[in-house]
């Protein structure tokens, strides 16, 4: 089975990017039938897409987003990486890294990464 | 995109069952069959316990069900064990995104 495992700044300054990356193994990030997503939680809320790629490097985001997020696929490290710019304290949050299979289900998840933005 | 509304929180005894809903609107849930639960620990990631609706990936025990009519959804926890105390999410296709519930906190009396 999939196994994902989140890394990355931890701790943001407001107004800098976030750079995450979704360690993937168990299997070739390059699989069909998989697209690799990132969502979070902000404190007290729910949870929230943040958007996905697919193994053929097609990427969907969640509009509230779009304009500060960059979601990329590196397949010889077989790992995939979320950028968020312009980041302000509504991002803080726990980051997730997950599988969809076949767009329609998130089977398999990260153990989460919180980040904090903060001077 | 808005959020799926859940109810905060549902109890019941160990044995009973608890059955909560998932409310979206006619672009999500009322559209697409691609409805899905997650339940969460605290500290722990988000674990799939129903996907396409009502469908249990393997390791899930029948005493978890999911289902649809119109724009909700429904989770049912049947012979409700101490380990059910938990976080549960529903999650629905929406077009091109995906958006989540609010979150319902299932506690076992």
């Known amino acids: 089975q999939l196994q994902l495992q989140e890394s990355g700044s931890g701790l943001v300054k407001p107004s800098q990017t976030l750079s995450l990356t979704c360690a993937v193994s168990g299997d070739s990030i390059s699989s069909g039938g998989y697209s690799w997503s990132w969502i979070r939680q902000t404190p007290g809320k729910g949870l929230e897409w943040i958007g996905d790629i697919s193994h053929t490097g097609d990427t969907y985001y969640n509009s509230s987003l779009e304009s500060r997020v960059t979601i990329s696929i590196d397949r010889s490290e077989n790992h995939f990486s979320l950028r968020l710019s312009s980041m302000t304290a509504a991002d803080t949050a726990v980051y997730y890294c997950?599988?969809?299979?076949?767009?329609?289900?998130?089977?398999?998840w990260g153990q989460g990464t919180l980040v904090t933005v903060s001077s | 995109q808005s959020a799926l509304t859940q109810p905060r929180s549902v109890s019941g005894s160990p044995g009973q069952s608890v059955t909560f809903s998932c409310t979206g609107t006619s672009s999500d849930i009322g559209y697409y069959d691609y409805v899905s639960w997650y339940r969460r620990h605290p500290g722990q990631a988000p674990h799939l316990m129903i996907f396409?609706?009502?469908q249990r990936p393997s390791g899930v025990p029948d005493r978890f069900s999911g289902s649809k009519s119109g724009n909700t959804a429904s989770l049912t926890i049947s012979g409700l064990q101490a380990d059910d105390e938990a976080e549960y999410y529903c999650c629905s296709y929406a077009g091109g995104s995906w958006v989540f519930g609010t979150g319902t906190k299932v506690t076992v009396l």
């Open positions: 997950a599988s969809l299979f076949l767009r329609r289900y998130f089977d398999y």
């Open positions: 396409d609706v009502n």
